[in-house]
């Protein structure tokens, strides 16, 4: 039998003896995705950092309500509002989540000093070879590079709580140097444009550091770069449940390195069904475009949505990208802080239309989705951050990077909640359903 045969065989056989009815789900109470009936997360931890609210329970029962989303208590919208950018909220935002309490001044400025001293990447990890292969996928090298700086890292096995708070903090501050650096040379090896890579500078923040090293120009506005910081911080955290944060802190709680956990995060927030949706968004609203004409009408919007429902458009899944969330209902604050921060540079970027499109696609789509399967359904922060980054001139190979290096503060913060307050190895259990059998030698089976 041909190699390939063999494999068509093999996952038959794999398809069939793996087969798990549904209703066996509910038969043994199993909550499937960690997902309860009401479609609510299971309870697996306790937090003091972000809570993320989408409903309330009120008399045992599920109501949806406005989308909150809050940073030890405060408001992300109130943070966004009245925030000084100097130059960088998100760096205060990462003081928070880290330690509990807004920065006074002097806190902040040596935060801020902290990092940028640690911008540079270690002595020879520029020159490695790493760096300098080819990478399919920039997040897969952001994996790849993580675990690099192990070997950079004398003290990489030690796990207590001080040590991992200043590993994270170098790795924060060395992400964006990877990131660019690794797109540079990805972009040079697709189409032979060669630029030296850049120096870092110490004197910026992170998101105007960012925009530094990737325009060879190095000149970027204030209000570019004030949209990255606002993107930074509303992806910095998102709770403990969301899969990244979760796959990190379960690694993690087998007492490992925290290089191995964030690699962990990183391949996680790698996936279309988390952060890499907002890369499937573009697409889709790009197609939608091309197909439609920029100036489309609600009822054309409604002919290509049902389509793309029924398996019949854009990539065939059936699947809208960027509407629709697993705790947020009725709206996600993210998306609208988004919303407004793009309107305010829409016509700085000559996107205006384009703006004014996806937010009548998104109302049509959200009008269908609620005439046709009950309940309420809302755009999500995925819905407009690639269209943010497109504003502020960032390469689509560099959404789902610029997410990893936001999210990292918070996958540092519930990393070092867990081991403070918890400190045991994460191990749900599963239903065994099989039969059980006896074993049969190898020359006596048919």
């Not at 109130?78 to 950018?85: G, K, L, S």
């Not at 040596?110 to 270690?122: A, G, I, K, T, V």
């Not at 979760?246 to 087998?254: E, H, P």
């Not at 959200?366 to 819905?383: E, M, P, R």
């Amino acid at each position: 039998m041909k190699k390939e045969d063999i494999l068509v065989e093999l996952y038959k056989q794999a398809a069939v003896d793996n087969d798990i009815p549904a209703e066996l789900y509910k038969k043994y109470d199993v909550k499937k995705g960690l997902r309860n009936e009401n479609k609510t997360g299971v309870l697996v931890g306790l937090t003091r950092i972000c809570d993320v609210v989408g409903y309330e329970m009120i008399d045992g029962k599920k109501v949806d309500i406005p989308g909150k989303l809050y940073y030890r208590g405060i408001d992300i919208k109130d943070i966004v509002a009245n925030c000084d950018f100097h130059p960088g909220t998100y760096e205060e935002v990462c003081y928070l989540l880290l330690f509990g309490k807004l920065p006074t001044k002097e806190q902040y400025n040596d935060f801020c000093s902290y990092l940028r001293e640690n911008y540079q990447l270690p002595e020879n990890f520029r020159n490695s070879t790493l760096l300098n292969l080819p990478a399919q996928n920039l997040m897969n090298k952001i994996q790849r590079a993580l675990l690099l700086l192990y070997e950079y890292d004398f003290l990489a096995e030690d796990i207590s709580g001080e040590n991992t708070l200043l590993q994270g903090l170098n790795i924060m501050a060395h992400l964006p140097t990877i990131a660019i650096y690794s797109y540079l040379n990805l972009r040079q090896s697709k189409t032979g444009i060669t630029r030296e890579m850049p120096e870092v500078n110490t004197t910026m923040g992170i998101a105007e550091n960012i925009l530094y090293l990737l325009r060879e120009d190095h000149t970027f506005s204030k209000a570019e770069a004030e949209l990255l910081d606002i993107i930074m911080t509303i992806h910095a955290d998102h709770g403990g449940g969301n899969n990244s944060t979760f796959a990190n802190v379960v690694v993690s709680s087998t007492d490992t390195d925290l290089y191995s956990a964030l690699a962990a995060a990183v391949g996680s927030l790698k996936g279309p069904k988390h952060g890499g949706a907002n890369e499937k968004v573009c697409a889709m609203m790009n197609d939608a475009i091309l197909s439609l004409g920029i100036n489309a009408k609600p009822d054309q919007m409604q002919d290509y949505i049902v389509k793309l429902l029924n398996r019949d458009g854009f990539d065939n899944s059936g699947l809208f990208y960027g509407i629709g969330h697993a705790v947020y209902t009725q709206s996600d604050p993210r998306a609208e802080i988004l919303f407004d921060c793009c309107k305010n540079l829409a016509t700085a970027a000559m996107l205006q239309d384009k703006l004014a499109f996806y937010h009548q696609f998104a109302q049509v789509a959200i009008d269908h989705l609620q005439a046709t399967k009950g309940g309420y359904f809302c755009a999500n922060v995925d819905f407009y951050s690639g269209l943010a980054y497109e504003m502020i001139g960032i390469p689509s190979e560099l959404y789902l990077p610029i997410f990893a290096i936001s999210r990292t503060v918070g996958w540092l913060a519930h990393n070092l909640e867990n081991k403070l307050y918890s400190n045991r190895i994460i191990r749900p259990a599963t239903k065994y359903i099989g039969e059980y059998i006896s074993y049969t030698k190898l020359m006596e089976r048919e």
